[in-house]
T-cell receptor, first 114, second 111 residues
Framework: SQTIHQWPATLVQPVGSPLSLECTVE??????LYWYRQAAGRGLQLLFY??????ISSEVPQNLSASRPQDRQFILSSKKLLLSDSGFYLC?????????????FGEGSRLTVL | DAKTTQPNSMESNEEEPVHLPCNHS???????IHWYRQLPSQGPEYVIH???SNVNNRMASLAIAEDRKSSTLILHRATLRDAAVYYC????????????FGQGTILTVHP
């Protein structure tokens, strides 16, 4: 069966520090991968998606970047965190790009920037 | 992207049916209707999706209006574990996975 893991689950970082969140999918190959963010009290916002290794599309301009060094690994990074980067970050995957499957989310990483 | 409108909150009693409405008057012919739910401090969970016909699965039923401008998620017997935020989302073509989550409906289930 397929599983998705994110880490760390929780982190508190000072403004200006770097960030690295990692997401790994197991049990499938060539998944489409997504990073979403949920600010406090708000809906989810799509940040990045990837349809293959090294292929990253950004949905909104921001202080973050994403990379996909391996087929089932998706990394969210920042060189210098801002207060506004605080939120609940969720990695997700789909089997394919058609509207026939479901989107599977990880457990989430809660980031607090102080 | 076509937009959906949902009530901010709804309440139900345990073991009673729950009907969660969603309006999507600007839906296009290729848009699928998806429902997800999110428990506190967890990632969203897929519930159901459909295009034109009503759909049933082990979690819920989805009733789609004939003109597709509205739909209703039906939980046949609410349990306390069904208390969550329910999102109605439209996604079409190859944009699946690139979902636009609104505020959703906060469902409270009373024992």
């Amino acid at each position: 069966s397929q599983t998705i893991h994110q880490w760390p689950a929780t982190l508190v970082q000072p403004v200006g520090s770097p960030l690295s969140l990692e997401c790994t999918v197991e049990g499938t190959s060539n998944p489409n991968l997504y990073w979403y963010r949920q600010a406090a009290g708000r809906g989810l916002q799509l940040l990045f998606y990837s349809v293959g290794i090294g292929q990253i599309s950004s949905e909104v301009p921001q202080n973050l970047s994403a990379s996909r060094p391996q087929d089932r690994q998706f990394i969210l990074s920042s060189k210098k965190l801002l207060l506004s980067d605080s939120g609940f970050y969720l990695c997700a995957w789909t089997r394919d790009s058609a509207n026939t499957g479901e989107l599977f989310f990880g457990e989430g990483s809660r980031l607090t920037v102080l | 992207d076509a937009k959906t409108t949902q009530p901010n909150s709804m309440e139900s009693n345990e073991e009673e049916p729950v009907h969660l409405p969603c309006n999507h008057s600007t839906i296009s012919g290729t848009d699928y209707i998806h429902w997800y739910r999110q428990l506190p401090s967890q990632g969203p969970e897929y519930v159901i999706h459909g295009l034109t016909s009503n759909v049933n699965n082990r979690m819920a039923s989805l009733a789609i209006a004939e003109d597709r401008k509205s739909s209703t998620l039906i939980l046949h017997r609410a349990t306390l574990r069904d208390a969550a935020v329910y999102y109605c989302i439209l996604a079409g073509g190859t944009s699946y996975g690139k979902l636009t989550f609104g505020q959703g409906t906060i469902l409270t289930v009373h024992p």
